[in-house]
């Protein structure tokens, strides 16, 4: 494969990634950061890089460039994932179905609840006294 170029987009709560998969030497560079630069925690760089782990791909030659914006680290973690998981799905069909198994290409569709009139928050109300 000659001169691969393949962008996604990966989403997550209010966290849009724009991840893009080229030629190159395997670094991933997250809004002009390094993978370990741009997370804190290790949890977050796990859920991030765990497409790659599902399909074996630390052999292969490739770089990833991240541009995520919006909701907090935890959702863009969630969100560069599911972008990674759709350019490799893009690179080559097979792995389609162990992505699939891990449950990678799968929107998360969860969103904060907005707060109703009446209440002090989403669900959460006044505290209620008899007296």
Do not use: W
């Amino acid at each position: 494969m000659a001169n691969v170029n393949i962008l996604k987009v990966g989403r997550r709560k209010s966290s849009v990634a724009r991840v893009q998969l080229k030629d190159g030497n395997g670094k991933i560079v997250i809004n002009k950061h390094n993978l370990d630069d741009y997370f804190g925690r290790v949890s977050q760089k796990k859920i991030a890089a765990h497409p790659l782990d599902v399909v074996d791909f630390e052999d292969k030659k490739f770089d990833i460039i991240v541009n995520v914006e919006g909701g907090g680290l935890s959702g863009q973690a969630g969100a560069i994932s599911h972008g990674i998981a759709r350019a490799l799905v893009d690179l080559d069909k097979n792995y389609r179905t162990p992505l699939k198994k891990a449950g990678l290409l799968t929107r998360d569709p969860r969103e904060k609840e907005r707060k109703k009139y009446g209440l002090r928050g989403a669900r959460r109300a006044f505290q209620f006294s008899k007296r």
